[in-house]
């Protein structure tokens, strides 16, 4: 396996070392390439990616990325966008199982899934600005709503057999083409569907997580739907995802370069190490994949947390007491 390394911007380069330092523990036969993209590359040459970058990540098998800094330019295109476009990366999933000894905001049990369309949808790349007036195009094809139902209602079928497809569809033509392409997949495949308005989901997700399984909807609303669900999961800094596509796929951990804590050390970087740890699953790797999780739920056991969880331990310290139960 051959695995681009894109650590990016801010926390990103914190966090990605100490993934890496857990990935090698298990001296598999991984080979690394690292790759400057992001925005200390657009400073220095006035683009955050480039085509040669591409090529590279093309020849090799996923990525794991970090996370980028947006630079101030009108005109800067998401280097991310970007990847998911050209990877043709189609299903950003991003479970939702709180951790073992995280005190979480709400009492409740859950383990959810959101299964979001990750190519199109607002994230389209379809823009016009002009002096009073700007137009983002909401592009939703019947393929792209097909194969992104048809990857949630694979991951149903390991689970309660059933989706929440999130939509909009009392007001966006668009998505009522998107609610009844999917609920048709969900028909096909045996799978048994609700349906819930974007709103309304982003409340009731807070007060009562635990009656969602597997939730599939579009990019925008998946991408706001995460933050609340890592809101109740105990932080961005727990939360890892995969973007996964039938040649390549991508690893990350949901939250941002987080400019406000970047350079002291404190990142969390248990969102990035379970990033580490959903690639190994991909791989077919379950058995270092399950010791990951182990360690991680035994380090916090023991109260080895960093500050955005209370604690007063460094991103570095975690991966070594993680890296310490991994021997
Ligand atoms: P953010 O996720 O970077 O930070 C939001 C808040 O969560 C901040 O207070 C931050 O300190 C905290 N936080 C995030 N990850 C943490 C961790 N691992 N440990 C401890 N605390 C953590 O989102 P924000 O501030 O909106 O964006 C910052 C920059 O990142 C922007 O330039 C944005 O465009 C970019 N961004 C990039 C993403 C990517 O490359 N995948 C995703 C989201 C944002
Ligand atoms: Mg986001």
Redesign the pocket.
Known sequence: MKVAVVP?D??GRE?IPAALSVLDAFCLDIEKVSLEIGYGKWERTGNAINDGDLDIIKQCDCVL?G????PPDPAYKSV?MRLRKELDLYANIRPFLPLKNVRLPCAKKFDFIIVRENTEGLYSGIEELHENVAYTTRVITRRGSERIAEKACVLANDRKKQITIVHKANVLKSDSFFRDVSSSVAKRKGISYNEMLVDAMAYDLILHPERYDVIVTTNLFGDILSDVAAAIAG???LCPSANIGDRYALF??????????AGKG????I?AILSVRMMLEWMGRKEEAGLIVRAVDSVLSQGIV?P?LGGSYSTEDLARAILKRLD
Do not use: K, Q, R, Y
């Not at 996370?67 to 947006?70: D, L």
């Not at 404190?266 to 970087?269: D, G, K, R, S």
């Open positions: 990016g801010g926390i966090v990325f996370a980028i800094t947006t991310l932080g961005l800094g990350e951990p949901i939250h941002g370069s987080a400019p406000d804590i404190i990142a969390n970087p969102a960093t955005d």
